[in-house]
């Protein structure tokens, strides 16, 4: 290797070391409301996705029913014997009259 090469190699890792030093734009997911089964739908559903997803959705129990079929389908991890109470739970919780929350905006720190 070359010293121009070893100075551009050294100068990437720098830069690159910097990268993982920066703070995280991104806003901290929600918590869902709490529940016996919060627990197993945060961890299903926060595995491809972040809460802010469901926290935002306003719908019928029918329509979440189809939500829970279609995530699994995709691969979420939900026992069988959970499907139900997923479906209760995110219909109780985020039905469509419920006024959706406003969600904090993302901010980046200038000087």
């Given at each position: ?6 100075v551009?190699?050294f ?21 869902l ?23 935002q ?32 739970y995110l ?21």
């Amino acid at each position: 290797m070359s010293k121009l090469e070893g100075v551009l190699h050294f100068g990437l890792l720098v830069v690159a070391a910097g990268m993982l030093c920066l703070p995280r734009l991104s806003a901290q997911s929600p918590a869902l409301p709490p529940a016996s089964v919060q627990p197993k739908v945060t961890t299903a559903c926060t595995e491809c996705h972040d809460a802010s997803i469901i926290v935002q959705q306003r719908l019928s129990k029918g329509a979440w029913t189809k939500e829970v079929d279609k995530m699994v389908k995709w691969g979420a991890v939900v026992d069988a014997a959970d499907r139900d109470a997923f479906i209760a739970y995110l219909s109780t919780n985020f039905p469509p009259d419920k006024p959706v929350e406003p969600m904090p905006r993302l901010s980046s720190a200038k000087p």
